[in-house]
């Protein structure tokens, strides 16, 4: 329907004045959705099976606390100062289960007391999360990406220490790894590291620990296949990788004594890619693992000159220019297919930027190392929860590519606090009746709707 554009502006005259009152506003309407769609899941139930034995002491109840934990994260705060801007929230109070929220310091507190153990409940904690969603998919094979991640500290952080932090070279950093399950967006495993570490030396024990959850949370009849960069291409690695039958796809430094130069001079024809790649295959025996690898060797054209030591001197001025890349590979795929494999890498890199981005993983909220090592995992558990959230609640479903990204169509945490969770709304209770009212915008109620919808055939 047209309207006059009279019609279509709206005069302002004066400043509103500002009150606060106690009436039942919120500014967290959609923690309701959540709230329903963990007592569906019955969330508490697995908190107290996870963390109910430790002994973790406090003058608030530990599930409450976790649950304000979360609730914080989801709704976008970043320190734990910001629990504050929470109080009075009737819906940040009841997602919480709690009349009076604890302060800040109560919650620094309360973090201090975890342990490796603790911690490792956490780990639980996620991966039966995960699994949940993974079994209920039926996958058959999934595909794991393995990289680490800088998070710079303070000069005082326990177990901080300068290492590869490119961006802030002098700076002491954690340096956590992360494990991340492309078909399904989930962070599948983190594990806090200081900082001085080889990224590649110090993964043998994390890797155990990922096949040792997939074995037990997913199956031993799982298949798995590993996706890495070039800190990874290690003999123990792959010595690793090949005990657990898992295939595996690890990118290939341009090391002087791999001598790769040879073999892409002395190579004449190449397999199309697409209209910017080309690649071929090759054996290598290397010498010092006493071993050969199978390789897939890539060059993409370019027309720029790269920086100065990016790669070997491989330009020829009557082929144009390229820059090259090398695969080691126990796929059993051809040249195409790996190339379009290792593309898929990059949903990781979003993903871990969406923890530090979204959810808060890049916050040092303390200076002890066992109260951050719980804060990483809560906000892992804030994100597998939210992509629960909406994968079973209707997220659409994307065909499955070459690439091997998450099947799911998932927004990232602000777009959904935009949409949803960060909605405007008053609880009242007419006759005694506890009603969440939001105004009135068709697009919302619609959202709401169908969520809502959703919630009621969950099991």
Known sequence: MRRRKADLALRVNAPLHIEHTDSGLTSFAGLELLSRYLRKTHFNRSLRRHLGHLDLPGDFPLISTIRLLLCLLMVGGRRLRHVGYLAGDPLVHRFSQLSTLPTDRTLSRRLKRFSNRSIQALRSLNAQLVASIVLAMR???????????????????????????????????????????????????????????????ASIGFLRDVFDQVESTLGSGMRVRVRM????????????????????????PFWPWLNLGALIRARQEWTRI????????????????????RLRIYRRRVFHQTRKGYQLSLFDPH?????FSVVAVSLKKKERRIWWFMCGRGAHEKAIGELKSGLALSTVPTDHYGANGAWQQLVVIAHTLLTNFQIETG?????????????????????????????????????????LRLADNSTVRNRFAKVLQALESTA
């Not at 090949?242 to 796809?249: F, K, L, P, Q, T």
């Not at 082929?319 to 820059?323: I, Y």
């Open 229 to 252: 960069d070039g800190d990874y291409f290690k003999e123990a690695v792959i010595r690793t990788l090949e005990s657990r039958g898992a295939e595996y796809a690890i990118k290939v």
């Open 139 to 201: 996958l058959r094979t999934v595909t794991i990406d393995v990289d680490g991640t800088v998070i710079s500290t303070g000069m005082q952080v326990e177990r901080a220490f300068r290492g590869y932090n490119p961006h802030h070279r002098k700076v002491p950093s954690y340096f956590p790894i992360t494990a991340y399950l492309a078909e399904t967006g989930h962070l599948f495993r983190l594990q806090n590291r200081s900082g001085n570490i080889n990224d590649g030396k």
């Open 319 to 323: 082929d144009g220019m390229f820059e």
């Open 395 to 435: 997220a659409p479903r994307r065909c499955r590519t070459w690439k091997r990204t998450p099947i799911p169509l998932l927004r990232r945490a602000n777009t959904l606090r935009f949409e949803l969770l960060n909605r405007a709304g008053r609880l009242t209770k007419p006759g005694g009746r506890a009603i």
């Open 274 to 293: 697409d209209d910017e790649v080309d690649g071929f295959s090759a054996s290598l025996f290397l010498e010092p693992w006493q071993r050969e690898v």
